[in-house]
């Protein structure tokens, strides 16, 4: 069993230098300031397996509820905060390459689940022996393929869970996910949902009834969401200036940036950047659905 977040440290004279390819830590060790003062930007995928306590983390500025056996995926790119002391969780992290050659999709598991019984049993287990083995063999280059399949094994568990029934028919949610990859590959230059459905082949009508019935929004509200998810990122958990972030997404005027982050955020970019060392207020934070955790979310960002 996990009994905390608490995670031995490495023992001296650990001849590895490198970051380890998979590894796990505690919840704390995640963040660079105390109490968690504004979100991180993650550069690793990670699992976070709540072990004790009742509070709330906040994935992408939703909050999600956690307790014992909750589960969060988190992908990198994304930006996380659990405000406060009262979560301790054992978090696994690991490198894209940790799963290359595996039978596994990452993607095909969804970001928040409530665990109970068996698969509550199950999990807690996996874990636990892969902080075992991740300690007890750090830097042992000949237990790489031991952890990978744990790994992958602990990964296929989640995706099998049970998860509600979607309205999107095959067809709309393979056109929906082809449209996330290519947003994510271009929506620093274009917002434009015509130069995407030309990228696919397909005609802005397709992707819009895609994009409805598998998030209930347009192909536009999809696009222009992805930019302001990135500029939420960069605005609460850098220091980069306002008018660079605009840039970097693809505005070549401060105003038309503010504009457009009032927009589709509800606040200005700077009164957000204002409001990162509280915990984000009203409608910028809303409770994820499970609609959204093992649906809508699946796969995308």
């Known amino acids: 069993m996990v009994s905390s977040g608490q995670l031995s440290p490495a023992p001296p004279g650990n001849p590895a230098t490198a970051p380890a390819e998979i590894d796990t830590v505690a919840l704390g060790d995640l963040a660079p ?11 690793k995928d990670l699992l976070v397996l709540t072990t004790g306590g009742h509070g709330t983390a906040e994935l992408d500025f939703r909050a999600l509820p956690c307790r014992p056996g909750t589960v ?13 002391p009262q979560l301790d969780a054992t978090v696994v992290r690991w490198d894209p390459a940790a799963l290359r050659g595996l039978d596994v999709d990452p993607d095909a598991v969804g970001s928040w689940f409530q665990l109970a019984g068996e698969d509550e049993d199950a999990v807690i287990n996996e874990v636990s022996q892969l902080a075992v083995d991740c300690q007890r063999h750090r830097g042992v280059a000949a237990a790489r393929g031991l952890l990978r399949h744990q790994l992958a094994v602990l990964l296929l568990r989640l995706s099998l869970l049970p998860e ?12 929906f996910h082809r449209l996330c990859r290519e947003v994510e590959r271009g929506y620093q230059h ?3 949902v015509e130069d995407y459905a030309a990228r696919l082949g397909c005609s802005v ?26 500029a939420s990122r960069l605005l ?31 606040v200005s970019p700077g009164a957000f950047r204002a409001a990162r060392d509280q915990p984000v207020p009203g409608p910028l934070v809303r409770p994820l659905s499970p609609a959204e955790a093992t649906g809508r979310q699946r796969g995308a960002w």
């Open 190 to 192: 274009t917002r434009r």
């Open 164 to 175: 509600r029934a979607r309205r999107a028919t095959r067809a709309e949610a393979a056109t």
């Open 72 to 84: 969060l995926r988190v992908r990198a790119g994304q930006v996380l905060r659990c405000a406060g």
């Open 33 to 43: 300031e105390p109490r968690w003062r504004r979100p991180v930007l993650l550069d």
């Open 205 to 230: 009508r397709t992707l819009t009834r895609a994009c409805l019935a598998v998030t209930g929004r347009s192909a536009k509200q999809v696009v222009d969401e992805r930019v302001a998810l990135q």
């Open 236 to 266: 609460a958990a850098t220091d980069e200036p306002i008018a660079r972030i605009g840039r970097r997404l693809g505005f070549s005027e401060p105003t038309n940036f503010g504009r457009f982050f009032t927009r589709e955020v509800g």
